[in-house]
């Protein structure tokens, strides 16, 4: 499987606290089958710079770690982009990390952005050269509130992305009717763990792949955890 939205790098944002934590959330992810992290840190263009230097230094120290222990577990750059006016010429500029220094960008909103201000970023992006994968989509209430919305994303060449704790949530008898329909109509690209920690968001692909097989099959959650996170690293 492919991860491609965790904060695993620890003392940079609101993700992993210490050494001790990162290293302990890329054991769990091995152990479930992950084979590449994609280590998106947060990001806000414009008011705050990028800590560069220690988020590079953090992502070789645990790369190093992963081949101490003899860990399956590749360990790539990226941030997940909180957009503000200048989000897509900083990051046409290199000033922020694209996915694995490819176009491709990982990007959040606050939960009530119009929707006229997501479509306008998706736009943004494209025409800096990038491709925008929209983190999250079921925490804003314009894509909630209009399914057909993720369609007309994608028809602008936007990925989207869902959380794996949303998919677990949306399964079984009572789930969410809203990720149900967005998740089998086929208009989530990929379903990352957004991992934080170890204990209240910590690595949960295993449990995703189980719950999407299930429920959707073997084809589809192949695509949500391994065919389409691998379409967008390849940008």
Not at 49 to 62: D, H, I, K, Q, T
Not at 132 to 153: F, G, I, K, N, P
Request: charged content about 25%; glycine content about 8%; overall charge negative.
């Amino acid at each position: 499987m492919i991860d491609i939205h965790t904060h695993v790098i620890y003392g940079v944002d609101d993700g992993s606290a210490s050494p001790d934590m990162s290293r302990g959330m890329l054991r769990a992810a091995a152990a479930q089958g992950v084979r590449t992290v994609v280590c998106t840190s947060h990001c806000t263009p414009g008011y705050r710079s990028f800590p560069w230097e220690a988020y590079l230094a953090r992502v070789e120290e645990l790369r190093r770690f992963l081949q101490a222990e003899g860990l399956e577990l590749e360990l790539l750059p990226g941030c997940e982009i909180l957009y503000t006016d200048q989000a897509a010429a900083l990051a046409r500029r290199g000033e922020i990390p694209t996915l694995n220094g490819g176009r491709g960008v990982l990007v959040e909103f606050l939960p009530e952005t119009p929707w006229d201000t997501i479509r306008k970023a998706a736009r943004e992006f494209g025409n800096a050269g990038l491709r925008m994968t929209a983190a999250h989509v079921e925490r804003y209430a314009c894509l909630r509130e209009d399914l057909s919305r993720l369609a007309e994303l994608r028809e602008e060449g936007v990925f989207c992305q869902m959380n794996a704790a949303t998919a677990l949530r949306g399964a079984g008898l009572f789930g969410d009717r809203w990720t149900k329909k967005a998740l089998k109509s086929g208009l989530i690209d990929a379903v990352a763990s957004d991992a934080h920690n170890l204990t209240s968001r910590a690595p949960n692909l295993e449990a995703a792949r189980q719950s999407l097989e299930k429920t959707m099959g073997e084809a589809a959650a192949r695509r949500l955890l391994e065919e389409g996170p691998g379409e967008i690293l390849r940008l």
